[in-house]
C-alpha cells in the first residue's frame, strides 16, 4: 500500500527558510501531479503549488515569488523551498500525488511561523 511521508515542518521566525519533502513508500509511478495543500485552524485546505509531470507549475497567489516546488521523477520526491516566511504560512501542509484515478494524500506536516 502506497503511503505518503512529508518532512521537512517545523517552527521558523518570520522571514526565515523552510525546505519541505514527500516521498512515497511503497511502489508507485506515473504520477501525473504532485502538490502541496496547507489547512490553517479554522480554514479550508487550500493549494499552494503544484507541479505536472511535464513541470507545468501552479503557485497558490499568496506565495508566488516566496515558495519553489520542484519534484524528482526518479525518486517519485516533490519539494516545497519555502523563503521569506510570514505568520500567516502557518498551517499544516500536506501532499498530494495524483495518479489517475486515484489521489494519495499524505498525515501532513506542521509549520510555525513565529517570532
Known amino acids: 500500500q502506497v503511503q505518503l511521508v512529508e518532512s521537512g515542518g517545523g517552527l521558523v521566525q518570520p522571514g526565515g527558510s523552510l525546505r519541505l519533502s514527500c516521498g512515497a513508500s511503497g511502489t508507485i509511478s506515473s504520477i501525473s501531479i504532485m502538490g502541496w495543500y496547507r489547512q490553517a485552524p479554522g480554514k479550508e485546505r487550500e493549494l499552494v503549488a503544484s507541479?505536472?509531470?511535464?513541470?507545468?507549475?501552479t503557485y497558490g497567489d499568496s506565495v508566488k515569488g516566496r515558495f519553489t516546488i520542484s519534484r524528482d521523477n526518479a525518486k517519485n520526491i516533490v519539494y516545497l523551498q519555502m523563503n521569506s516566511l510570514k505568520p500567516e504560512d502557518t498551517a499544516v501542509y500536506y501532499c498530494?500525488?495524483?495518479?489517475?484515478?486515484?489521489?494519495?494524500w499524505g498525515q501532513g506536516t506542521q509549520v510555525i511561523v513565529s517570532s
Open positions: 498530494r500525488f495524483r495518479v489517475p484515478p486515484v489521489d494519495y
Open positions: 507541479i505536472t509531470s511535464g513541470h507545468s507549475l
